[in-house]
């Protein structure tokens, strides 16, 4: 029997999208009015109405119906905020990154947490006793290494079961001494690795004119960000001072004594179940200059100024986010630099120490870490679009959880831009989660946008974003388009794809610069299109010119069999979903343009015999469309909406994807509950190529039956963009 805390005790709070999982004591809990079934929910508990319980008789239901019982069951598990919370979890360096951070540090772990991350772990290792880069994968060195020193930090002995398989699976790996660049930075960190086996990452690199095309201010601010923290521990060699259990953990994670490996021989070694790229020659060259210069020639003085420019960088992205910073991987790297710099006691790391747990997540299967601090703000405008084009908007049952999501991206939306000579304008747009992280994101700020302008301009909904700030997001969004016509992440490309030559990332593919996007070029595409329905006369010749670049980026995008590759979910069925959006928002159908009919022929020859679509996560780092053994609601939303964007003529292959046959078994209609769920399946995204996500998607495939378009499916999947991978969003994607 796994340990574990007392489940009911557990409550989520939120201030302004900020999560924060808090264990009831006895005086609280005395005085808690019980758990809200969204915090039910989230833990995995049993909800409480009658409908809820396994048993309950299902009963035929229209797609209107269907539609409806769907949005009824998810405005349940709103927050009082307007938004939607999940577990946005799955990378293996998340978690430890945090807890090396505070072990490090000298910050307390809860006691509570100790339990729950244990029966994560033990929720989620492999047959093998080991754990992979995500948690759908193969045992790997680095998760394995990683875990097992998280659970030694809590106090769990060597010989615990748990413990003694993954040390065995970790040695049939052949130790950590295989283990990547980024575990090769915690562990030297923690004094169990050599810091001379880890490649060099100098502060200099900071100090170079930001003309140059390797500076960094050109990388993808998801590489950036995490490079800029350990540029300083690297260069100043930081190690925690070593105690028995350091010392006993050498003796455990290595098939070798400690003393007898040479670290500088293995800065290039990563086990083949780690490896999913080899560093280039001229990064290796560039490794071996850098080290001669870091090593012998750098005088102290130069050191030392680096050291203040990186520190002082540090200080404004720790200020600029309310030390959360962008992500959890590069928020533990700053924690354990801030311990290193100013020691214990600094008003730095207290902040530092007060914002750990905005990224813990407890959920049914224990406590990890997010990816972000959330995706509240991403689910918040899906979930608005969901109900609109599933025309329950105006529903005076239904709408006032729309008013309440309405609301929260009211409060969401940044106002300002901030005094920072690395960062994308942002002021109009809005974030991928929350507020006070800080950073836009082009497709969450379009598709807030587009979300307002359907509440207030199309449903009459209060004003409470006033035309100029509608405008401003458009002109911040004109500023994002890319030389290609697309539209990227974070920021617009600011180097040279030739930088992935410097990519000194062995598991993780295009991270150096930022790439366009088919799903973000959708995003913006058609927000712009719905604000010059409305606002014909704003900057008509720049909106209209981005729109034509836009549609440019999509339409070259597509493959010769008719496909889009797909860089945030799973994978070509999703990216059809987007692109043939585009098609359709500007005239683009199955009746006019040979690229939708390729596309549509494409979606069809993926179609199951049950009529739905399923698509494995490996499509995404083979690049090419993988099946799924089984149909997955998800994808057959995604497809089905393609095909309706694309205004397909024959409604068989729709009707068959949303069981509108109403005399055969259904796909859709048939798993939704009698509650109004769907339940979770596969995993359904992934980015950076390697990192899987789920979608929880199953309360947010709503469908009618509506007039001229015959079908109308509104998805609104929840994220959370868990991550197998490698393309952008967060090291958290």
Request: proline share 5%; hydrophobic share 35%; net charge negative.
């Amino acid at each position: 029997m796994i340990e574990k805390t007392e489940i009911s005790r557990w409550r989520l709070s939120s201030d302004v999208g900020v999560h924060r999982w808090r264990y009831l004591n006895d005086e609280e809990l005395a005085r808690s009015p019980g758990q809200t079934d969204a915090e039910r929910y989230l833990l995995g508990l049993e909800l409480t109405r009658e409908e809820d319980k396994e048993g309950f008789p299902r009963t035929s239901r229209s797609f209107e119906q269907a539609a409806r019982a769907g949005w009824i069951f998810y405005s349940r598990l709103q927050l009082p905020e307007g938004h939607w919370a999940c577990d946005y979890g799955g990378p293996c360096f998340l978690l430890p990154g945090l807890i090396f951070a505070m072990y490090i540090s000298d910050t307390p772990i809860p006691d509570v947490w100790k339990p729950e991350i244990f029966r994560y772990l033990s929720n989620n290792v492999n047959e093998d006793g080991g754990w992979g880069l995500h948690l759908s994968g193969e045992s790997t060195v680095f998760g394995t290494c990683l875990y097992y020193v998280v659970l030694r930090i809590l106090g769990y002995s060597e010989s615990t079961p748990l413990l003694s398989r993954a040390r065995e699976c970790l040695m049939s790996l052949g130790g950590a001494v295989g283990i990547p660049q980024w575990g090769k930075i915690w562990l030297s960190c923690l004094s169990l690795y050599g810091w001379d086996g880890v490649n060099c990452i100098p502060v200099d690199l900071w100090i170079l004119p930001s003309w140059l095309p390797i500076h960094p201010s050109r990388w993808w601010v998801q590489c950036r960000v995490v490079y800029l923290p350990t540029s300083y521990l690297w260069s100043n060699r930081c190690s925690k001072p070593l105690n028995p259990l350091l010392e006993k953990l050498r003796g455990e994670i290595y098939d070798q004594p400690y003393e007898r490996i040479n670290f500088a021989k293995h800065r290039n070694t990563v086990a083949a179940s780690d490896r999913k790229r080899s560093l280039t020659l001229l990064l290796r060259f560039f490794f071996f200059i850098i080290t001669f210069w870091c090593n012998l020639l750098r005088p102290r003085w130069l050191l030392r100024y680096a050291n203040r420019r990186v520190s002082d960088l540090m200080k404004m992205e720790e200020h600029n986010t309310g030390y959360e910073c962008l992500a959890p991987v590069n928020k533990a790297f700053h924690m354990a630099a801030t311990w290193f710099e100013e020691g214990s006691k600094s008003e730095r790391l207290r902040r530092h120490r007060e914002n750990v747990e905005v990224y813990m997540w407890m959920g049914p299967n224990g406590m990890t870490s997010n990816g972000t601090n959330g995706v509240q703000v991403w689910d918040t405008e899906f979930s608005i679009l969901a109900a609109v084009e599933a025309g329950i908007s105006d529903d005076p049952v239904l709408s006032p959880s729309l008013h309440r999501a309405h609301e929260f991206l009211e409060k969401s939306q940044f106002r300002d831009d901030l005094d920072d000579e690395f960062r994308q304008p942002r002021k109009g747009g809005w974030p991928f989660s929350t507020k006070s992280n800080g950073y836009i994101v082009s497709d969450c700020a379009a598709e807030g946008l587009r979300a307002i302008i359907k509440l207030q301009n199309e449903h009459s909904y209060p004003k409470l974003i006033d035309d100029s700030r509608l405008k401003e997001c458009v002109d911040t969004l004109l500023l994002m388009q890319n030389s290609d016509d697309g539209f990227a992440s974070y920021e617009k490309i600011r180097g040279s794809e030739y930088l992935e030559l410097l990519n000194p990332a062995e598991v993780f593919d295009r991270i150096m610069v930022e790439y366009s996007y088919t799903e973000c070029t959708t995003a913006v595409l058609t927000a712009l299109a719905k604000f010059r329905e409305h606002y014909p006369d704003y900057r008509a010749s720049d909106v209209n010119r981005a729109i034509s670049r836009a549609y440019k980026f999509v339409a070259s995008s597509q493959r010769d069999d008719g496909s889009w590759y797909g860089s945030w979910a799973i994978c070509f069925t999703y990216a059809a979903m987007f692109a043939l959006k585009s098609f359709e928002t500007v005239g683009q159908q199955h009746n006019n343009n040979k690229g939708v009919q390729k596309a549509c022929k494409f979606l069809l020859s993926k179609q199951k015999d049950d009529g739905g679509w399923g698509e494995h996560h490996s499509s995404c780092e083979e690049r090419k469309y993988i099946d799924h053994e089984k149909s997955q609601v998800v994808n057959t939303a995604w497809a089905v909406l393609a095909l309706i964007y694309a205004g397909y003529p024959d409604p068989t292959p729709i009707q068959r994807g949303l069981n509108f046959i109403l005399t055969r078994p259904q796909l859709i209609e048939s798993r939704q509950r009698p509650n109004g769920e769907w339940l979770q399946e596969a995993v359904e995204g992934v980015f950076n190529q390697t990192w899987s996500h789920d979608w929880l998607s199953e309360l947010q495939v709503l469908f009618s039956y509506n007039g001229p378009r015959e079908l109308q499916i509104s998805l609104s999947s929840k994220t959370e963009r868990d991550v197998v991978g490698e393309n952008h969003r967060s090291y958290d994607h």
